[in-house]
C-alpha cells in the first residue's frame, strides 16, 4: 500500500499540471465542499458531496446562459430529416 505522504505528493504535482482555470476552480470548489462537509461531520468524508453530475447545474453557478434546449429541439423538428443517420454520416466523411 502507497503511504499517505506519498498519495499526497503525486496529487500535488497532477494539480501542478493543471493549465486551465476552470478545471482548477471547480477542482478547489469540491475541495471546498468536501472539507465543510467533514466540518459538520466532525468526521473525514467518505463520499463526494456531489451525487449526480449537472451539467446545467454547473453551467448556471459559473454564470453561463447556456443553450436553449427549448429552441434546438424546436429547430430538430423544424427540419425534419427524413435520411437514416447512417448515410449522413457517410456524406460527411466523402
Excluded at 8 to 25: C, H, Q
Excluded at 58 to 67: D, K, N, T
Aim: aromatic share 4%; glycine share 4%.
Amino acid at each position: 500500500m502507497v503511504p499517505l505522504s506519498e498519495k499526497k505528493l503525486a496529487f500535488i504535482r497532477e494539480v501542478s499540471g493543471i493549465e486551465d482555470e476552470r478545471t482548477l476552480a471547480a477542482l478547489i470548489e469540491a475541495y471546498h465542499e468536501i472539507i465543510a462537509l467533514s466540518k459538520i461531520n466532525g468526521k473525514p468524508a467518505t463520499r463526494t458531496p456531489r451525487r449526480n453530475f449537472d451539467a446545467d447545474a454547473i453551467r448556471r453557478r459559473r454564470g453561463h446562459a447556456g443553450h436553449d434546449k427549448a429552441k434546438i429541439m424546436q429547430l430538430i423538428h423544424e427540419m425534419d430529416v427524413q435520411e437514416p443517420l447512417e448515410q449522413l454520416l457517410s456524406q460527411l466523411t466523402k
